[in-house]
């Protein structure tokens, strides 16, 4: 039988995908990157998963890639790293920036390398309080990866997001709630539990409304405020047509709860 290296859990109308080699702290193997790319294809095409959460078994979310595997040490010499990120790396941020349903991660412990930025790459950050987040490449004479050098300056602006990568450095929880690369913290008891309830919101929401948001604000981070208006103004066109519109103003107009189909 094979390893469940990333664990599928399929509720009605979303996937909890928990990485799943503990004693490794989640660190990313050839196989586990399959195994993650494979729940995420099956996220993007069952029409009854309208949302993703992302989490770690034990107490870390994710150290990043298992070194064990990229040795340059062995006998064939250094490894392709251009290989690694090429066919592991890229395509996981690609499909998680892309897929048209929020991606929520909880993060429940150390997420360090690609692991961080994997974590930083998702829609809805949530940290238990225990956890911590290190770029770590300073350690091993690696540029941040897995978006690092596009999503950190966003995300923190180029000062902090230069020393933060320079120094190695680890940030609290606290500390990247402050910066806003989180969401939320919560008690380490209670972050699962709130990260499911705040998956199935979003997995009850108005699922082409959120896709369109996600998708305009990625795209807003390089294009002008002209560009912007004009793409605001066609999803609007384009959702303004829709069941959940149509359902959501009739549900504010009777004033009860919509009931959104996610089209
Ligand atoms: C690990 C790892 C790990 C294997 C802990 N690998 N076993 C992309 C493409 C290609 C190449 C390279 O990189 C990338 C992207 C990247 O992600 S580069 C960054 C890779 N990550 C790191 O450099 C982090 C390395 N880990 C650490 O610095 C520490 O483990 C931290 C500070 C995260 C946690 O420290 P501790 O809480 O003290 O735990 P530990 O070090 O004792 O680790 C527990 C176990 O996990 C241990 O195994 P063992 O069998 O001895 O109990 C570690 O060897 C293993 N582990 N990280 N990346």
Request: glycine share 8%; with cysteine.
């Amino acid at each position: 039988m094979t390893e469940e290296f990333v664990r599928v859990d399929r509720r009605p109308d979303h996937l909890v995908l928990t990485l799943n080699r503990p004693d490794k702290l989640n660190a990313f193997t050839k196989a586990q990157h399959a195994q993650l790319r494979d729940a995420l294809a099956e996220a993007r095409e069952n029409g009854s998963c309208r949302a993703v959460l992302l989490t770690g078994a034990g107490r870390a979310f994710c150290v990043g890639q298992d070194l064990a595997e990229v040795d340059p040490r062995g006998a064939e010499g250094p490894p392709s790293l251009r290989d690694t990120l090429a066919h592991q790396y890229n395509p996981l941020i690609r499909a998680i920036r892309s897929l048209e349903k929020p991606v929520v991660c909880a993060v429940n412990g150390v997420a360090a390398g690609a692991g961080a930025n994997i974590a930083l790459a998702c829609d809805v950050v949530l940290a238990a309080r225990s956890a911590k987040f290190l770029q770590a490449f300073d350690k091993i004479g690696l540029v941040p990866d897995s978006g690092g050098t596009w999503t950190l300056p966003r995300l923190l602006g180029p000062s902090r997001a230069l020393a933060w990568a320079l120094t190695g450095e680890p940030v609290d929880a606290e500390q990247a709630a402050a910066w806003g690369l989180v969401w939320k913290v919560y008690d380490d008891e209670a972050l699962l539990p709130e990260a499911e309830k705040l998956t199935a919101r979003l997995a009850a929401g108005a699922t082409a409304g959120l896709a369109a948001t996600k998708k305009a604000m990625h795209l807003a981070m390089t294009q002008s405020l002209d560009r912007q208006l004009d793409l605001e103004r066609d999803l609007q066109d384009e959702l303004g047509r829709s069941h959940d519109y149509l359902e959501g103003v009739t549900a504010f107009m009777e004033k009860r709860r919509p009931s959104f189909k996610g089209k």
